[in-house]
């Protein structure tokens, strides 16, 4: 590989389109494979917030902003995507020395973010609004305008693909943006930065501020300025956003928890229920919403479907990030992964076994990482914490059922809905059980595969509004109607009193 440290953003902070040293509290980025030191910076402090701010706001109200034509917007965006791909490899190593993801991994997100920009810039190109049909002497017509500055809170899994989903379709529909990154991963967005400023979009339409939740985050989301919120992260920390964005009546979109259940039926094509199931919870090292981390096997096939997972499980290779054949890599951060193995504990002492990993691998390789192994626990109930609770690792708990009354009561009793899969020949009774599973999305018979232009959410507890595709876009829009009326129609209810006063 071509790139090192000296490759990696400075750690400056971008403010309306300058970049400078934060005025927050001191952080480190650390390489997750090795605990090396990545970066020292300072994350962004309140001052840097309300210039970000008060810069958007002017920059968004600015008619050359505001008044450019929607394929004229569509020319940044064009601009932005091809500047992340030209810079794919550099995206993906900072990404993988910022979050420990495999460099396949994060080369792919980055393609998908570049995708995103093209996708909405396309939109643009192509977006229509409506005339309505006249129910009276006047034209009706239905138009969609800014918002004007909108916040944009973004996890540390997978920050290029997030910031994509959110600043590519806010800066189409017209805003300016404050993004603000993880301070686990501040890294990825400052490269983001680094390319939208060379894009040529005016200053003050985007800012990135890596900063803590009550640094940066609680002021952000109550600024009297941010006309719309997108979070996408822990239930917990959604739950406050959503209560603070209630008080000043603005839209929010939650991109919460999970605790996907993935469903195998009989008549299932094992082999790849297998390699779907294996993928959809262990790639990203298990760090994604999405994993589907609830495993429901048919009892007719379970303990054969289980010990074939148990034997594909244990022989995943668990690496460095820069290793090609690596399919596991290291978490995010030390206290994730104490986090990780608190949930199994809480497991085993609730009567679980652990069929594979259940605890930090061994050997020189893997000296001062911060490695977990991919785990299966068995010998649990629905009702378990470890069924219950998010973990946001490498960790799968699979249950035998009976039928499909008896599966679809087991998926739905959870506080999460955020997506499903099964595994059936029998496409229609996996049309059936999908659509009786509360779940944003349902995979039938793949699993955590994804399109720009199909909208993504959530329901319960894992959040509310959708993502990509034309909603994602009309979401980061107010919808505005006009009534005009045809010439030389007169207003029937005031002309007496007119005559009257004439």
């Known amino acids: 590989m071509d790139f090192t440290t000296a490759d990696l953003p400075d750690g400056r902070i971008f403010v309306a389109g300058t970049f400078r040293e934060g005025r927050g509290p001191q ?92 996708y909405f810039a396309a939109a643009l190109e192509t977006m229509e609004e409506a005339i309505t049909p006249s129910r009276g002497p006047w034209m009706t017509l239905s138009r969609y305008e800014p918002l004007g500055v909108v916040a944009a809170i973004t996890p540390w899994n997978s920050p ?8 590519a379709p806010a800066l189409a529909a017209g805003n300016a943006v404050i993004l603000k990154p993880a301070t686990w991963s501040p890294l990825v967005g400052l490269e983001f930065a680094r390319i939208v400023a060379e894009s040529g979009l005016p200053a003050g339409l985007l800012s990135v501020l890596p900063g803590g939740g009550q640094t940066i985050g609680d002021r952000l989301v109550s600024h009297p300025a941010i006309g719309r919120i997108s ?36 008549d299932a094509d094992i082999d790849q229920a297998l390699a779907g199931i294996l993928y959809g919870m262990f790639s990203s090292s298990g760090q994604s919403c999405i994993a589907g981390s609830r495993l429901f096997i048919h009892r007719s096939i379970y303990n054969e479907f289980l010990t074939r997972l148990v034997s594909a499980t244990k022989a995943l290779k668990v690496g460095h990030p820069f290793d090609p054949d690596t399919q596991v890599a290291p978490l995010i951060h030390p206290a994730h992964v104490a986090n990780v193995a608190r949930w199994v504990d809480i497991a085993r002492a609730e009567g679980g076994r652990i069929l594979a990993g259940g605890m930090a691998p061994d050997g020189e390789a893997y000296k001062g990482g911060y490695y977990y192994l991919p785990t299966i626990i068995d010998g649990v109930d629905n009702t378990a914490t470890i069924c219950r609770e998010e973990v946001f690792g490498p960790v799968l708990v699979a249950m035998p059922f009976d039928d499909e009354n008896d599966v679809i009561a087991m998926s739905n009793d959870n506080q999460y809905g955020l997506a499903c899969g099964v595994w059936s020949r029998d496409l229609g009774r996996a049309m059936a059980v999908g659509k009786a599973i509360t779940a944003g999305t349902v995979w039938i018979n793949t699993y955590k595969q994804f399109s720009i232009s199909t909208p993504f959410g959530a329901d319960k ?14 979401a980061y829009m107010r919808q505005k109607s006009y009534y005009i009326s045809d010439p030389g129609v007169k207003i029937p209810w005031a002309l007496s009193a007119l005559g009257a006063s004439s």
């Open 461 to 474: 507890e894992s959040g509310i509004g959708r993502e990509k595709g034309l909603e994602g876009l009309r």
């Open 27 to 118: 952080i480190e980025s650390r390489f997750p494979a090795d605990d090396s030191l990545n970066r020292v910076m300072r994350e962004a402090g309140p001052e840097d917030l309300d210039e970000s701010v008060s810069a958007a706001q002017k920059a968004a109200a600015d008619p050359a902003w505001r008044d450019l034509l929607p394929h004229r917007r569509a020319d940044y965006l064009y601009r932005i995507s091809q500047g992340i791909t030209a810079n794919a490899d550099r995206i993906a190593y900072i990404q993988s020395r910022d979050t420990g993801k495999t460099f396949r991994e994060t080369h792919a997100l980055a393609m998908s973010a570049a995708s995103t920009f093209r």
């Open 160 to 167: 290029i693909a997030s910031d994509a989903q959110k600043v």
């Open 231 to 266: 979070f996408t992260g822990g239930t917990k920390v959604g739950h406050a956003i959503a209560s603070k964005a209630a008080e000043r009546l603005v839209p929010v979109s939650l991109e919460l928890g999970g605790k996907s259940p993935t469903i195998v039926f009989p």
